[in-house]
């Protein structure tokens, strides 16, 4: 059965694609409470309705390893990793990664919009 890791260290959103397929991708770095985790995955949060403040929520999760194992080492936190692709949803303006201890944001940004924007400030 899987369960949420740890703690989330590090979150990283991006956008591939292009306008008309963007995708976005989501890595993120973690802490397992043991060594031994497996199948270790972002899982994302399925809403009826997009969210009011346009964020796409996952968990962090994986399967915690099936014997216990002795020893102190075993009890030491141990870095995980996943990562997710999927379709960009028009609504999405970032992405919040969930563990048992905390959760970190990262804004997502349209590659192609960058001279939009630039020129909208002027």
């Known amino acids: 059965m899987s369960e949420l890791v740890r703690e989330i260290v590090e979150v990283n959103a ?56 002795s020893g102190d080492a075993a009890e030491a936190l141990t870095e995980v990793e996943a990562g997710w692709e999927g379709p960009l949803e028009d609504w999405c303006i970032g992405v919040r990664v969930h563990a048992i201890d905390n959760m970190l944001e990262d804004e997502v940004y349209e590659p192609w919009d960058e001279d939009d924007s630039e020129s909208e400030a002027a």
Not at 21 to 43: C, F, K, S, Y
């Open 14 to 69: 991006s956008i591939d694609g292009d306008e008309e397929n963007p995708l976005l991708i989501v890595e993120v770095e973690g802490l397992a409470p043991t060594a031994g985790w497996t199948n270790v995955r972002l899982e994302p949060h399925v809403a009826i309705t997009p969210p009011d403040d346009g964020v796409q929520d996952f968990d962090l999760v994986g399967d915690r390893p099936r014997t216990p194992s």
